[in-house]
């Protein structure tokens, strides 16, 4: 179903304040947390960050490839592929929170000028198959917030797991 133009316009500003949430959540993480994983297998809030810059830059392709080129094709990524591959406890994370940043505000600018007919244009996804940029707006916009979250509720697991830190 079409988004209109204030559902629209407040998940892209939903986008546009993603960042800021991110290293609000980041924020709250003390040294000793910030590579402490919940479970094996779940990534800590270091992990997070750089899935995020890794995440923010294949989106940053995603919106230009919809709105510039005829049924493109959308290639997707094994996340978790990608977090063991590139070790991204070893990556430092001020890089990465910078490409969220500057990735994100690139992109806001442009998503924020799109005229409508722009948010019907469609290309195919290698793993979801149809995908819109209304699809790619609606995943992006709550996917910072996502991440903030799982941030918060790693620390908050990591605090009770020894309820004296």
Not at 68 to 87: C, K, L, M, S
Not at 112 to 128: I, K, V, Y
Request: glycine share 4%; with cysteine; proline share 6%.
């Amino acid at each position: 179903m079409a988004l209109d133009r204030m559902d629209r316009e407040k998940m892209i500003q939903q986008y546009a304040d993603g960042p800021a949430r991110l290293r609000a959540a980041l924020a709250t993480v003390p040294p000793d947390a910030m590579q402490w994983r919940p479970k094996p297998g779940e990534w800590s809030a270091h992990e997070v960050i750089c899935h995020c810059a890794d995440s923010e830059t294949n989106s940053y392709a995603r919106i230009r490839f919809l709105v510039a080129e005829n049924a493109p094709t959308i290639v997707g990524y094994d996340q978790e592929h990608w977090a063991r591959v590139f070790d991204y406890h070893t990556l430092p994370l001020e890089p990465a929170l910078a490409t969220v940043d500057a990735v994100r505000g690139s992109t806001a600018a442009l998503i924020r000028r799109l005229p409508d007919a722009a948010w019907q244009r469609t290309g195919t996804h290698t793993e979801s198959g149809h995908y819109s940029a209304e699809d790619w707006l609606r995943i992006y916009a709550d996917h910072l917030e996502v991440h903030a979250r799982q941030i918060e509720a790693n620390v908050a697991a990591w605090r009770a797991e020894a309820p004296s830190r």
